[in-house]
């Protein structure tokens, strides 16, 4: 394949992968909002509830969190305190933006590393949710989604040391 080739091919996935997510965010936003709703009815009305509805919610909420984060990473859109930037010279707002971009990306990759240790204990000692759902495979989030926004910052890292070789 010729390296003409791989940027459309790229660019095909990345747009299904973008979709996937929008996909998927909407769906765990639905479920968590109609999952609340119908527990809210269910008590207030019938004084009663669905007996793993709050533990799904709490599990729906980390989801929608961690996924949300990483749509934010891979725009670069997470918040950030621009205190500096307005007196500073581009050079030097460059230089701290891939700063922020490399801490970003290390304390990611630090926390990614460790949600994954906490996976495989949560995997060893067999703990359950609800409905016997194993605690882990709730918890994949964790370590996979910080592993992309470490990647995406890292990403993001390189483009700005390019960006400011380029310059010079």
């Not at 609340?36 to 004084?47: C, D, K, M």
């Not at 703990?127 to 993001?156: C, E, K, N, R």
């Amino acid at each position: 394949m010729a390296s003409e080739d791989v940027t459309p091919v790229a660019s095909k996935f990345e747009r299904r992968a973008i979709a996937a997510e929008t996909v998927m965010l909407g769906l765990l936003l639905a479920m968590m909002l109609i999952l609340a709703s119908t527990q809210i009815v269910l008590r207030n009305v019938f004084e009663q509830g669905i007996s793993w509805a709050d533990p799904l919610i709490r599990a729906l909420v980390l989801w929608l969190g961690l996924l949300g984060a990483v749509a934010a990473a891979r725009r670069d859109k997470h918040i950030r305190i621009d205190l500096l930037t307005h007196y500073l010279s581009p050079f030097w707002n460059e230089l701290l933006r891939l700063l922020g971009h490399v801490v970003t990306s290390v304390v990611a990759a630090l926390i990614a590393w460790h949600g994954g240790r906490l996976v495989l204990l949560e995997r060893e000692f067999e703990a359950t949710v609800f409905l016997d759902i194993p605690a882990w495979i709730l918890q994949l989030v964790i370590p996979a989604s910080f592993g992309m926004i470490g990647l995406f910052y890292l990403a993001a890292a390189i483009a700005s040391v390019r960006k400011m070789t380029s310059k010079r």
